[in-house]
């Protein structure tokens, strides 16, 4: 059944494009679609006629997610993200090596905050779960599920 609305992207706002970049590149493994540069229309959605700004669009590749990384060239006042609070959010990626893309991440110098954990209740319980912070202190969990990897009969 189609919904009346598809998801199309999620965008974050980052400091440094190419630092963001190697985390969810190198660190993840998504793959680059197109860099941008803003035309005269970002200043009028963003309400600030003179802002400039640079994108870069990631996927995950097969169609199902696309991340912006979006780098504001004159920038509003620094928030911390990496902290929950209303208004903040986090980025989840799942079927994967958990800890595998942990130790990749951590040699990569991305910090996580805690060691990998295994929730003993919940949708994931008996799983793993970790938070890491992207270089701009972004939240981003990695799921690996109970049942993962599948099974080759699958």
Known sequence: MKTAIRHHHTALHVADMERSARFYVEGLG?????EWTSGPYVGELYG????K???LMLSTGDGTFNLELVQVEDPPPAVNPSEAQPGTAHL??????????YARMTALGYSA???????TSGPVAGGLLIY???PDGN????????????????
Not at 48 to 51: I, L
Not at 94 to 100: A, G, M, V
Not at 140 to 150: F, H, K, R, S, Y
């Open 139 to 154: 939240r981003v969990e990695l799921i690996q599920p109970p049942d993962w990897p599948p099974s080759d009969n699958s």
């Open 132 to 134: 890491l912070l992207d």
């Open 48 to 51: 600030r006629p003179d802002v």
């Open 92 to 101: 989840a990626f799942t079927d994967i090596d958990l800890r595998k893309v």
């Open 30 to 34: 998504l793959v680059r679609l197109k």
């Open 53 to 55: 700004v640079k994108a």
């Open 113 to 119: 905050l805690s060691e990998p954990v295994a929730p």
